[in-house]
């Protein structure tokens, strides 16, 4: 029986605003907390999630942000007292009511999801949010009372399509991956991660086609439960799953 349903985050619930940058957030958050310093710029540019791969080649999935900020610190000749990394991190982070904004039909779905007694779990792959920045949010993007948990990749350590970041959902949701439904606009790392723990997979299509990430496999390899245009239509599809 129907009784969570997981959703993405950035490209799901959450629609960029263009004229936001959060590259420009961070390095003026940055500024504001630790005053200027000249790597800033190149820290936030850097491809830290390609470093770890090649550091761990057996464990492509596995996230540590700040163990790859300290070596990459280390690397340019910056103190290992020089700043504290945890707040290093927090103070990077760009909250989602100022770099996004709910996606068409999102507030309703989830209204939806809880007059129907669903469980609802958000689970993002993101290099510098932890989960309680993200609960720390809710109030600002207007989904309090209506978000159970946050499971996001820097908190688990692994990122999406590992199972562990979606067990570390479920673990809140309380339910068995075959009582639970993932949302998400990336097949391979939302749809086919879920599935292969059990549960179902909805499509949330995104407008234009889509460029398949290097080295992740393409879109039709991967078979939702179900494809939507629109979090408007998702309440319908889950209806379905309820009886």
Same mark, same amino acid.
């Given at each position: 029986?129907?009784?969570?349903?997981?959703?993405?985050?950035?490209?799901?619930?959450?629609?960029?605003?263009?004229?936001?940058?959060?590259?420009? $957030?961070?390095?003026?958050?940055?500024?504001? =907390?630790?005053?200027? #310093?000249?790597?800033?710029? !190149?820290?936030?540019?850097? %491809? @830290?999630?390609?470093?770890?791969?090649?550091?761990?080649?057996?464990?492509?999935? $596995?996230?540590?942000?700040?163990?790859?900020? =300290?070596?990459?610190? #280390?690397?340019?000749?910056? !103190?290992?007292?020089?700043? %504290? @990394?945890?707040?290093?991190?927090?103070?990077?982070?760009?909250?989602?009511?100022?770099?996004?904004?709910?996606?068409?039909?999102?507030?309703?779905?989830?209204?939806?999801?809880?007059?129907?007694?669903?469980?609802?779990? @958000?689970?993002?792959?993101?290099?510098?949010?932890?989960?309680?920045?993200?609960?720390?949010?809710?109030?600002?993007?207007?989904?309090?009372?209506?978000?159970?948990?946050?499971?996001?990749?820097?908190?688990?350590?692994?990122?999406?399509?590992?199972?562990?970041?979606?067990?570390?959902?479920?673990?809140?949701?309380?339910?068995?991956?075959?009582?639970?439904?993932?949302?998400?606009?990336?097949?391979?790392?939302?749809?086919?991660?879920?599935?292969?723990?059990?549960?179902?997979?909805?499509?949330?299509?995104?407008?234009?086609?889509?460029?398949?990430?290097?080295?992740?496999?393409?879109?039709?390899?991967?078979?939702?439960?179900?494809?939507?245009?629109?979090?408007?239509?998702?309440?319908?599809?889950?209806?379905?799953?309820?009886?």
């Amino acid at each position: 029986m129907l009784g969570a349903v997981l959703f993405d985050v950035g490209g799901t619930l959450l629609r960029g605003r263009p004229e936001v940058s959060p590259r420009e $957030r961070s390095l003026a958050q940055l500024a504001a =907390r630790f005053g200027e #310093r000249d790597w800033y710029g !190149p820290l936030l540019d850097a %491809d @830290l999630l390609t470093s770890m791969l090649a550091d761990d080649p057996a464990e492509p999935l $596995r996230q540590r942000t700040l163990e790859m900020v =300290r070596r990459w610190l #280390r690397e340019r000749a910056v !103190p290992d007292d020089a700043i %504290d @990394l945890e707040e290093l991190r927090r103070v990077c982070v760009v909250p989602g009511s100022v770099s996004g904004e709910l996606a068409p039909g999102a507030g309703a779905a989830l209204v939806w999801c809880r007059e129907h007694e669903l469980r609802t779990v @958000l689970v993002s792959n993101t290099l510098w949010s932890a989960a309680e920045d993200f609960l720390s949010d809710l109030g600002s993007l207007g989904l309090a009372g209506l978000i159970d948990g946050v499971v996001t990749s820097h908190s688990v350590g692994y990122r999406k399509p590992h199972p562990a970041i979606f067990e570390g959902a479920l673990a809140i949701a309380g339910v068995a991956a075959r009582d639970a439904v993932m949302v998400g606009d990336e097949p391979y790392q939302d749809v086919s991660g879920a599935q292969r723990l059990g549960m179902r997979g909805v499509w949330l299509r995104p407008p234009g086609p889509r460029p398949i990430p290097v080295g992740e496999p393409s879109d039709f390899a991967v078979t939702p439960d179900a494809q939507i245009e629109s979090l408007a239509e998702l309440p319908e599809v889950l209806e379905r799953w309820l009886r």
